[in-house]
């Protein structure tokens, strides 16, 4: 089984450059979120979907954009990316209901020099 | 606002022993906790998933409790080996109809376990 997958797991980009991260999961999950994990910070919550046509902000959204086209697929878009914008950007899925266990992606090294 | 902590930051043993991680969390109205282990480099793994209305639960030398009304959860690893050598979350989700899936994280505690 894949579960979440995410691509690329490395990237460099320069000052206004932008990118899409993409996110895709194969277990017919609702809800689908990004992180981004920074030293000494955690894990912050940038968008979240609750299901397919449906997003909404996190804690952290400032420069993200994110659709949800289909149950599957959950891209997280960089408008112009930022040096604040290096992190390690995390993918990840859960049912609506029930025991909401959430699955994570690899993750994607993003530079922004 | 929920926080989250874990204690202790770091943490080194020697292999053989039990240990237990702390998760601390301020308000109690939580829908469940999860734990996760996460490798360098490496994405999330859940290891443990809590509901509000349970008290524990095991898998293999992993034993998680959760005490909400005083905000605590532990994650028990017995017999411990130097594969367990990783950073250990916990994450708290949200209790109501907009926050339910919204996990609030601890900083985790990097675990290192020597031979």
């Known amino acids: 089984n894949a579960g979440v997958t995410q691509t690329p797991k490395f990237q460099v980009l320069k000052t206004g450059q932008s990118m899409t991260l993409q996110c895709a999961q194969d277990m017919n999950h609702e809800y689908m979120s990004w992180y981004r994990q920074d030293p000494g910070m955690g894990l912050r919550l940038i968008h979240y979907?609750?299901?397919?046509?449906?997003?909404d902000q996190g804690e952290v959204p400032n420069g993200y954009n994110v659709s949800r086209s289909t149950t599957e697929d959950f891209p997280l878009r960089l408008l112009s990316a930022a040096p604040s914008q290096t992190s390690v950007y995390f993918c990840?899925?859960?049912?609506?209901?029930?025991?909401?266990?959430?699955?994570f992606g690899q993750g994607t090294r993003l530079t922004v020099v | 606002k929920q926080e989250v902590t874990q204690i202790p930051a770091a943490l080194s043993v020697p292999e053989g022993e039990n240990l237990v991680l702390n998760c601390s969390f301020t308000?109690?109205?939580?829908?469940?906790l999860q734990w996760f282990r996460q490798d360098p480099g490496k994405g999330l793994t859940s290891l443990l998933l809590i509901q509000s209305s349970q008290r524990e639960q095991t898998s293999g030398r992993l034993n998680a409790s959760l005490d909400k009304s005083s905000g605590r959860s532990t994650l028990y690893i017995a017999a411990s080996q130097p594969g367990d050598s990783a950073t250990y979350l916990c994450?708290?989700?949200?209790?109501?109809?907009?926050?339910?899936?919204?996990?609030?994280w601890g900083l985790g505690t990097s675990l290192g376990v020597n031979p």
């Open positions: 990840a899925s859960s049912y609506s209901g029930g025991r909401a266990e959430a699955f």
């Open positions: 308000d109690s109205a939580i829908y469940n």
């Open positions: 994450a708290v989700g949200g209790n109501n109809a907009g926050n339910n899936r919204k996990l609030i």
């Open positions: 979907s609750v299901g397919a046509g449906i997003t």
